[in-house]
């Protein structure tokens, strides 16, 4: 997607093929790479190290807490079911083009649920939930 221009208003997200509700941000993290020692007796004293087994990490999505929606409550029923399912971030097309959409498709299990209900007047109420990435990130251009 590198070049690809949109507007973040817009962008949906999907998980086990419910719309989740409310979305005020995501945050895609780029995971890390592990590390495997390959020291020995020829290795002058110096360790030496070789990439390991990447990890894909975790998307972030904060929302508005809405009452009743159906894409708020599937995610807390997939975190207490630990199930691990597809989830697709569909950006929508730049503003001067509007035959190009970009996915990012990942499979999943939903990590967190956490809810922040406030009771200060004119607050409010939102949820953050963390979807741990299984395997890898697929990125689409349409």
């Known amino acids: 997607m590198a070049g690809q221009k949109y507007s973040p208003h817009g962008t949906g997200v999907s998980v086990d ?6 979305i005020t941000n995501i945050s895609v993290g780029g995971g890390d790479v592990g590390e495997a020692e390959t020291t020995d007796s020829d290795s002058n004293r110096v360790r030496e190290y070789v990439a390991g087994l990447a990890d894909s990490g975790e998307v972030t999505i904060e929302m508005r807490h809405v009452p009743g929606a159906i894409g708020q409550a599937n ?6 079911s630990g199930a691990i399912v597809e989830a697709v971030i569909t950006l929508p097309p730049a ?7 970009a996915t990012l498709t990942f499979d ?4 967190s649920f956490d809810w922040e209900l406030p009771t200060a007047e ?3 109420g939102s949820a953050t939930v963390v979807l741990r990435v299984t395997g890898a990130i697929t990125e689409a251009v349409a």
């Open 17 to 22: 093929s419910v719309d989740i509700e409310g």
């Open 75 to 80: 995610l807390r029923t997939l975190k207490a």
């Open 95 to 101: 503003a001067t083009d509007d035959s190009e959409i």
């Open 108 to 111: 999943c299990y939903v990590r």
């Open 122 to 124: 004119d607050a409010a």
